[in-house]
T-cell receptor
Framework: EAGVTQFPSHSVIEKGQTVTLRCDPISGHDNLYWYRRVMGKEIKFLLHFVKESKQDESGMPNNRFLAERTGGTYSTLKVQPAELEDSGVYFC?????????????FGPGTRLLVL | AQSVAQPEDQVNVAEGNPLTVKCTYSVSGNPYLFWYVQYPNRGLQFLLKYITGDNLVKGSYGFEAEFNKSQTSFHLKKPSALVSDSALYFCAVRDYIRSGGYQKVTFGTGTKLQVIP
């Protein structure tokens, strides 16, 4: 069974540019989560999809971040325009069943550097 | 609000010795606790979780963790460390509040474990 995959693995962009990150969850997983880890700090929740619906987007930093999950399969996270403080590692995770104490399976992350 | 603390940025241990990676938490309701490990250039891998029941939880790769409600701790342990255990370890908590249901997962800042040959 394929795990959670993320693309790209690395992205270096200039301030003001747009970047789109993609996450492909494990097939059949209804829950999809986005997280971010800024250098040396905790991994912070961004948002949670159940199928194509946003269940909780309370962790999204501001309106420069837009997440979508059309069709309830893969998800994209767009940052537009990117700022220096958006640099970090963006993780995607997926799980099945009712969101609660289920195990979340993480992708390898996308390392974003905004110059 | 829920929170997790991993008081040590780095833990060094000699190969073959027991290891402990500390984690304490704070929640309003019932805690559900998790440990994840991240190897270099890899994503987080699930190690173990505490939901309810036995306070001693056994997980992958010989790791275990003990839930201690009075001390609000969930320390990760292994009887005999391997060099291959060197990685970044994250503790996480998910609160369950009767009025609000499950809260989002909160992670600690991570502890780097270095096992010295």
């Amino acid at each position: 069974e394929a795990g959670v995959t993320q693309f790209p693995s690395h992205s270096v962009i200039e301030k003001g540019q747009t970047v789109t990150l993609r996450c492909d969850p494990i097939s059949g997983h209804d829950n999809l989560y986005w997280y971010r880890r800024v250098m040396g700090k905790e991994i912070k929740f961004l948002l949670h999809f159940v199928k194509e619906s946003k269940q909780d987007e309370s962790g999204m930093p501001n309106n420069r971040f837009l997440a979508e999950r059309t069709g309830g399969t893969y998800s994209t996270l767009k940052v537009q325009p990117a700022e220096l403080e958006d640099s970090g590692v963006y993780f995607c995770a997926s799980s099945q069943g009712l969101a609660g104490v289920e195990t979340q399976y993480f992708g390898p992350g996308t390392r974003l550097l905004v110059l | 609000a829920q929170s997790v603390a991993q008081p040590e940025d780095q833990v060094n241990v000699a190969e073959g010795n027991p290891l402990t990676v500390k984690c304490t938490y704070s929640v309003s309701g019932n805690p559900y606790l998790f440990w994840y490990v991240q190897y270099p250039n890899r994503g987080l891998q699930f190690l173990l979780k505490y939901i309810t029941g036995d306070n001693l939880v056994k997980g992958s790769y010989g790791f275990e963790a003990e839930f201690n409600k009075s001390q609000t701790s969930f320390h990760l342990k292994k009887p005999s460390a391997l060099v291959s255990d060197s990685a970044l370890y994250f503790c996480a908590v998910r609160d369950y509040i009767r009025s609000g249901g499950y809260q989002k997962v909160t992670f600690g800042t991570g502890t780097k474990l270095q096992v010295i040959p």
